[in-house]
Every structure is written in structure tokens, then in C-alpha cells.
């Protein structure tokens, strides 16, 4: 029984080994990768920036004032412009019944002028 059990700490020894090798190259694989990874990261965050900082230099951005005051600025033209419209809707109103009205006292000035 002394031979069947050194074989099989002998197997569980190889076994161990060959379980660490494999953890071993995985962990390498895993470390290439994240290696990589981090690289084409770095490079895209670089690029990212460079592209940033060219578009700032480009395009003045607005501070958070200006942009509330162009918000308001936004909904005072938009609240003109509705009443704008009201207004123009009353004077299309207005001149249709004066139209109308016009029309009445043509009809009215023919039927009085043949009598």
C-alpha cells in the first residue's frame, strides 16, 4: 500500500504543479491583457485630451450665468413671440369681419339705391 501511496502523492505533487503552471500562464495572459488594456486607455485618454484642449481653444465655452441668462433670454422671446401671435390673430379676426362688414354695406347700398 506504501507504492500506491507515494505514486499518489507523487500524481497530487504533478497535479499541484501542473495546476500552478496553469494558473501561472493564465495570470500572464491576464496581465498582457490589462496591460494592453491600460495602453490603448492611456492613449484614447491622451488623444481625448489633446482633442479637448484644440476644441477649447476653438469654441469659448459658456459659463453657468450665461447660459441662464440666454434661458431667460430664450423664454422672454418665446412668451413676445406667443403674444405677437395672439395679436396678429385678433387683427386677422378684425379685418375679416370688417371684410364682412364691408361687404354687408355693399349689398346694403345696391339694394337701397334700387329701390
Excluded: P
Excluded at 6 to 22: D, F, P, S, V
Amino acid at each position: 500500500m506504501q507504492e500506491g501511496g507515494a505514486t499518489e502523492k507523487a500524481n497530487r505533487r504533478q497535479l499541484q504543479k501542473n495546476i500552478e503552471n496553469c494558473v501561472n500562464v493564465l495570470q500572464e495572459g491576464v496581465d498582457i491583457e490589462a496591460a494592453e488594456a491600460i495602453s490603448v486607455f492611456s492613449n484614447k485618454t491622451t488623444s481625448n485630451e489633446k482633442w479637448a484642449a484644440t476644441l477649447n481653444g476653438t469654441y469659448k465655452i459658456k459659463t453657468e450665468h450665461e447660459i441662464e441668462e440666454f434661458i431667460v433670454a430664450k423664454k422672454d422671446y418665446i412668451e413676445k413671440i406667443d403674444k405677437l401671435e395672439q395679436k396678429v390673430n385678433y387683427f386677422e379676426r378684425l379685418c375679416n369681419e370688417m371684410e364682412e362688414l364691408g361687404r354687408e354695406l355693399e349689398i346694403k347700398t345696391k339694394v337701397e339705391r334700387s329701390r
